[in-house]
């Protein structure tokens, strides 16, 4: 199974600022995916981010509060914009090959 | 959204016992993904069942799928201690191809 990297692994981030998430995945693929999850909560996905074309959102996320890049096929950003206290969560990116496989996780507060 | 359910929504077993963890879908699937989450942390992926399948075993785990009823059932044997994590099925369905998550199961496997 392919190595997926997340960096920052956590944050303390001031409420009205972003951050931007980076994923990088150790080898090519086509299909990386971003989710959310919400304290003591399952995982809601919020956008699939293909490369060669835009990404996209599930019900409930717009891309002006979660802006992503792939620029490549090893690597995706994920920008948390204008945040609040409700954005606190685990952020993950995923990548599929056959099975789907998940990065460690950016945990974020808003403070 | 979510998928579906899991079932139950905690489970607390001593070492040894037998833990069952039930998961129920709405939509048709094309497979059946089993995870586990140690305390917050990355996902781990534990075995995949397609949909033509019936039961798969790795090591100390089976899973069983009934497409009939919509329904996957995970089964540790022999639980051990280090087997307290919270355990997500997911499905990949067969049209967009999205991983969505069930609610999760929350085992305590007390030594």
């Known amino acids: 199974s392919a190595v997926i990297s997340q960096k920052p692994s956590r944050d303390i981030c001031q409420r009205g600022t972003s951050l931007t998430i980076q994923c990088q995945v150790d080898?090519?693929?086509?299909?990386m995916f971003w989710y959310r999850q919400q304290p003591g909560q399952s995982l809601t996905l919020i956008a699939t981010?293909?490369?060669?074309?835009?990404?996209?959102?599930e019900s409930g996320f717009v891309i002006d509060k979660f802006p992503i890049s792939r620029p490549n096929l090893t690597f995706s950003t994920l920008t948390v914009s204008n945040l609040s206290p409700e954005d606190s969560s685990i952020y993950l990116c995923?990548?599929?090959?056959?099975?789907?496989?998940f990065g460690p996780g950016t945990r974020l507060t808003v403070t | 959204s979510q998928q579906g359910e899991e079932d139950p929504q905690a489970l607390s077993i001593q070492e040894g016992e037998n833990a069952t963890m039930n998961c129920s879908y709405k939509?048709?699937?094309?497979?059946l993904q089993w995870y586990r989450q140690n305390s917050g942390r990355g996902l781990v992926h534990l075995i995949l069942?397609?949909?033509?399948?019936r039961e798969k075993h790795s090591g100390r785990l089976r899973v069983t799928l009934d497409t009939s009823k919509k329904s996957s059932s995970l089964l540790i044997t022999a639980s051990r201690a280090a087997d307290t994590a919270s355990y997500f099925c997911?499905?990949?369905?067969?049209?967009?191809?999205?991983?969505?998550f069930g609610q999760g199961t929350e085992l305590s496997v007390k030594p």
């Open positions: 080898s090519q693929v086509t299909m």
């Open positions: 997911a499905t990949v369905n067969n049209q967009g191809g999205k991983l969505i």
């Open positions: 939509t048709s699937i094309n497979n």
């Open positions: 995923s990548i599929r090959t056959y099975e789907q496989y």
């Open positions: 069942i397609r949909s033509n399948e």
């Open positions: 981010a293909n490369q060669g074309s835009e990404a996209t959102y």
